[in-house]
């Protein structure tokens, strides 16, 4: 939830410049340009200064706060690696990252010596991968509201239309730093499109969405920041048939005390805050009913004020509830099924850099030939995966000793071991395949069902 025409230019990220934020562009190999760009770092050559950079980009990335509008980093979360673990290869790749290092180590070590990141993050066994220690769900799609601050009267500069703000939004996140981990900055602006499919141009309108880690931060925040505020709603009765409500007064308190940005006092309110006025002004003006057009005042039809459109409204609402818990139940309730065959997986260890599913494939085609079903369970950047057949196959122990003695190889490179896997371990193998596989349809069932609702306009 938040102002229409927002300005995603978010906490150091580099991702797409307006209100939906993706990440994929982040990852896209860009061809180097700047002939100044530093080389390679090696461990040793890894600075303090350079783990405290990749600390506080990880940090961002991994933030519920990003992760509600980055749609890449989001389903590398949930749903395209196990427990979700991003690959440190694809963290690699996102271009604030890589300024300061383009060595792995530099990854682990922010996350085995950043103490504020040992509550957040963590490591998977091999080191290769990093995920959340508080998994993200799409229950928290939504939380936003219940973390972020409004602050109004940013200054602004130039002529009407061309505005622009006097204010960077790096002064923005650092007045409220002192209140906790300020996850997300978005400057506001109205955007006018171009002529003809041409470039359109952004005006700023002074306002800021601040987005706080913690419900906690934020309420440290707005205790000191925000004005406790009162609503009043008067009341006049000009006919014994008719009320007419007057425009809602809302009366503020004075803050503890006030911010300056650019020499201008700014306000702030929470996001609950703001979105409340607005439904107190909604109501003001249209009555209960959320639109005016369901009134039966006006020319003909005076006199008389018409409820049913608020109890439309109210049946429609709990109709629409029951129906998203109802999808909801349902997605909870899919399960992933396989009947699996003992023999038919083997563990890959030891695989190269630069490996993907297709070169396994490749690999495991020319021993057994195309015709066979198999699946390679593997994903960018990971040390170790394993190979699936859908069927028990006398190929599948000659591919095994082929891998194991070099005579097949992966992408070129001769693999540490290969192993087909029995007992405990192969029922361990598929419980964690079947589970993940179950979470990944959930997850896209839930999407999906989003997708259907209709958006408040």
């Known amino acids: 939830m938040g102002e229409n025409n927002t300005d995603a230019k978010v906490d150091k990220t580099e991702t797409t410049p ?7 562009n982040d990852v896209k190999d860009v061809v180097a340009t700047d002939k100044t760009s530093e080389t390679p770092t090696t461990p040793s050559e890894i600075s303090p200064k350079t783990v405290a950079e990749v600390a506080s980009r990880l940090r961002f990335f991994f933030s519920s706060a990003n992760l509600r509008i980055d749609k890449f980093l989001r389903r590398e979360v949930t749903e395209n690696n196990a427990d979700g673990f991003v690959p440190i290869t694809t963290l690699l790749r996102f271009n604030t990252i890589k300024i300061y290092s383009t060595e792995p180590q530099a990854l682990v070590r922010a996350i085995e010596e950043t103490e504020s990141l ?4 963590k490591l998977n066994e091999d080191k290769t991968g990093i995920a959340r220690i508080e998994p993200f769900t799409h229950d928290m799609m939504r939380d936003n509201v219940g973390v972020t601050l409004r602050v109004s009267n940013i200054p602004v500069e130039g002529a009407a239309g061309s505005e622009v703000y006097t204010v960077k939004r790096e002064e923005v996140e650092e007045a409220f730093k002192e209140f906790g981990y300020v996850a997300m ?3 506001l602006y109205n955007y006018q499109q171009g002529e003809r499919g041409g470039r359109g141009t952004r005006t700023a309108i002074g ?5 706080m880690e913690t419900t ?8 000191e920041l925000c004005p406790p505020q009162k609503s009043e709603t008067k009341v006049t009765k000009e006919t014994e048939a008719e009320t007419k409500k007057e425009e809602t007064e809302v009366k503020e308190e004075q803050p503890k005390r006030t911010l300056t940005m650019g020499g201008a006092e700014v306000r702030v309110k929470t996001m609950q805050q703001w979105l409340d006025q607005r439904e107190v002004k909604r109501i003001a003006r249209f009555g209960d009913r959320g639109d005016s057009r369901n009134s039966r005042g006006g020319r003909g039809g005076r006199g008389q004020r018409d409820t049913r459109g608020g109890e439309k409204r109210d049946f429609k609402g709990q109709e629409k509830r029951a129906r998203e ?3 909801k139940e349902a997605a909870a309730q899919l399960e992933f099924k396989l009947e ?6 083997i563990s890959v260890k030891g695989l190269p850099d630069g490996c993907d599913r297709e070169k396994i494939l490749g690999t495991v085609q020319d021993v057994v030939g195309k015709d066979v079903r198999v699946r390679a369970d593997y994903s960018r950047g990971q040390k170790d995966g394993a190979i699936r057949f859908e069927q028990p196959n006398d190929k599948i122990v000659e591919l095994a000793a082929k891998l194991c003695d070099g005579s097949a190889m992966v992408g070129g490179v001769k693999v540490e071991s290969a192993t087909i896997i029995q007992g405990e371990d192969e029922e361990k193998y598929y419980s964690e395949y079947i589970a993940f596989r179950t979470k990944q349809i959930r997850t896209n069932a839930e999407e999906k069902n989003q997708r259907k609702r209709p958006r408040r306009r």
Do not use: H, N, S, Y
Request: glycine share 2%; aromatic share 6%.
């Open 18 to 24: 307006d209100a939906t934020t993706d990440t994929k």
């Open 118 to 121: 040992k509550p957040i993050l």
């Open 185 to 187: 900055v978005r400057m």
């Open 207 to 211: 306002r800021a969405f601040v987005e």
């Open 216 to 223: 906690a931060e934020m309420q440290l925040a707005a205790a």
């Open 325 to 327: 818990a109802a999808e």
């Open 340 to 345: 699996w065959k003992k023999g038919c997986v």
